[in-house]
Nanobody, 115 residues
Framework: QVQLVESGGGLVQPGGSLRLACVGSGFTFWTHALGWFRQAPGKEREGVAFISSSQEIKYAHSVKGRFTITRDDAKNTVYLQMNGLKPEDTAVYYC?????????WGQGTQVTVSS
């Protein structure tokens, strides 16, 4: 079955960096677009970054210039490099893949930006 497993979250000071990773299994990873979403307490889940199978990339305006999404299809892994973190980036970050018209989510990884 399709599985997405995120890792790399944690507590970081404002201005710091983190790299999230999401390993996918149970589907042909290299043929699917992948995305990172986040959900802060009391807020709706929002899209952060997306990367297609052909490396087309889109970012939310709030993270453009600070976050970088990449994928390593040989490792079935998509990454989110987050630099210049701000307190408003605090959220649970989720990996997403749409497989056969069904959206799949990982369990999420907590990112907390605080001094």
């Amino acid at each position: 079955q399709v599985q997405l497993v995120e890792s790399g979250g944690g507590l970081v000071q404002p201005g710091g960096s983190l790299r999230l990773a999401c390993v996918g299994s149970g589907f042909t990873f290299w043929t699917h677009a992948l995305g990172w979403f986040r959900q802060a307490p009391g807020k709706e889940r929002e899209g952060v970054a997306f990367i297609s199978s052909s490396q087309e990339i889109k970012y939310a305006h709030s993270v453009k210039g600070r976050f970088t999404i990449t994928r390593d299809d040989a490792k079935n892994t998509v990454y989110l490099q987050m630099n210049g973190l701000k307190p408003e980036d605090t959220a649970v970050y989720y990996c997403n893949a749409d497989v056969s018209w069904i959206g799949y989510w990982g369990q999420g990884t907590q990112v907390t930006v605080s001094s």
